[in-house]
């Protein structure tokens, strides 16, 4: 199973970026997709996550300014970022909960991150 994330880059306070990430190899299922983010000299937290069933869940910080969904076919997740900060600063990171086969267990993979950097 491969994540590939894009379209991290550098943008000024108040601009808009769009990630994406998208999913592929041997896939049973996904259940969950999502983006987290680690800032230098930070742990990895969480951005915000979907389900199959288009339940979604924001970190506190992100509320009302970044919006996260998924394709048709649901393999591929989506990160619209609005009116970034500053401290948006970090390198994004999409995340898949899923199974490869019918009989596997659920598992977590990551992508390779994309560096999202806010700057005037």
């Known amino acids: 199973v491969q994540l590939q994330a894009s379209g991290g880059g550098l943008v000024q306070p108040g601009e808009s970026l769009r990630l994406s990430c998208a999913a592929s190899g041997t896939i049973f299922e996904i259940y969950v997709m999502g983006w987290y983010r680690q800032a230098p000299g930070k742990q990895r937290e969480l951005v915000a996550t979907i389900t199959t069933g288009s339940s979604t869940n924001y970190a506190d910080s992100v509320k009302g300014r970044f919006t996260i969904s998924t394709n048709d076919a649901k393999n591929t997740v989506y990160l619209q970022m609005n009116s970034l900060k500053p401290e948006d600063t970090a390198v994004y990171y999409c995340?898949?909960?899923?199974?490869?086969?019918?009989?596997?267990?659920?598992?977590?993979?990551w992508g390779q991150g994309t560096l999202v950097t806010v700057s005037s």
């Open positions: 995340n898949a909960d899923l199974r490869r086969s019918r009989w596997a267990g659920r598992g977590e993979y």
